[in-house]
């Protein structure tokens, strides 16, 4: 590891891969620190990725990173738990106490998926326990699908969206405040039953999910359950530049915090940029990278800047 870059990108996932292969491309150096978390490690496969269907998502990782190694991108495994402005770059500590000038800074270090606190859930997250359709739609198709509910309207419209993939859709109001006349005629007219009480917790029989009710009904059988993650953007070690997440809402409800950024990906503090999930949770593997890529070529654009200033000023001098 040098002692400064062009750019140090904070997380190695697709966001952050595809905004160092853009910048190496460019002829930029490149460092990538990454804490090797990444959010879906426990998913066995990533789907709606043009030309890569089905791809093991850590395959994605390891190919990328070979590609970027190959135009001089730098790795780094570590955490960074500090990012400030020193002396016209910005100093990016990392955990060990070691640190790294960078002349820009790419923030893609995603966000943490935080579930409901139901025991057996966190066991069975990324195989039977999900929440994007467009992610394991197609693999739980016709199957018994589970709504776990903490906000109405979101559940309302996960129900809606998941009896697209199957006819056999319940929803546990679990925790949910009363669901709203209409919101109930329009899961009725579709077929999809509301069951009250709290989910007490998951259970595996036969290799099959049952959702166990606190007041001792059920157990209910579900070949998948959805739930609704809060999704907490990582971004702690922005606090000393002032940036700060703010809320993420969804269907009318709070359900996490993302890093706002301009149309270019830039935020509030100029030369640190943001892509992929911590600006947006919605994004899949496909979009985080793109993401990052077209990040990439605007940090690119910044820097060409700031060279042509540089140069300026040392023609002035001479």
């Known amino acids: 590891m040098n002692d400064s870059y062009d750019v140090v ?4 996932g697709a966001a952050g891969l595809g905004g160092a292969l853009s910048l190496t491309r460019a002829r930029r150096s490149v460092l990538v620190v990454d804490s090797g978390a990444p959010r879906n490690a426990s998913a066995g496969h990533m789907h709606n990725y043009l030309g890569r269907e089905g791809t093991n998502p850590l395959d994605l990782l390891r190919i990328g990173r070979g590609e970027i190694a190959g135009y001089g991108g730098e790795f780094i495994s570590g955490a960074v738990v500090d990012v400030r402005r020193a002396g016209g770059v910005f100093r990016v500590v990392l955990a060990d106490g070691g640190e790294v000038a960078a002349r820009q800074v790419l923030v893609t270090s995603g966000l943490v998926d935080e579930l409901p606190d139901v025991p057996g859930l ?4 990324g195989r039977d326990v999900l929440h994007c359709p467009y992610c394991h739609g197609w693999e739980v198709r016709d199957r018994a699908i589970g709504i776990l509910a903490t906000h109405p309207a979101l559940a309302a419209h996960q129900a809606q969206m998941w009896r697209q993939w199957s006819a056999d859709v319940v929803v546990f109001a679990h925790t949910a405040p009363a669901f709203a006349g209409a919101d109930l005629d329009r899961l009725a007219a579709r077929g999809i ?3 009250d009480g709290a989910v007490a917790g998951l ?3 036969d290799d099959r999910l049952t959702a166990v009710l606190v007041d001792g009904r059920g157990p ?8 609704p993650p809060r999704f907490t953007a990582r971004v702690d070690f922005l606090a000393s530049l002032g940036i700060k997440p703010v809320a993420q809402e969804m269907a009318g409800e709070v359900l996490g915090t993302h890093l ?3 149309p270019t990906g830039a935020t509030p503090v100029a030369g640190v940029w943001a892509a992929g999930n911590v600006i947006d949770p919605r994004a899949q593997v496909i979009s985080a990278a793109a993401s990052g890529v077209q990040t ?3 940090i690119n654009a910044a820097l060409i800047e700031q060279d042509v200033e540089a140069a300026l000023d040392r023609s002035r001098v001479g």
């Open 193 to 195: 039953e509301v069951i």
């Open 296 to 298: 990439g070529a605007m």
């Open 122 to 125: 966190r066991d069975r997250w």
């Open 9 to 12: 990108i904070v997380g190695g």
């Open 220 to 227: 209910v059988a579900r070949d998948a359950v959805v739930v």
């Open 203 to 205: 259970e595996v029989a």
């Open 260 to 262: 706002a950024v301009d």
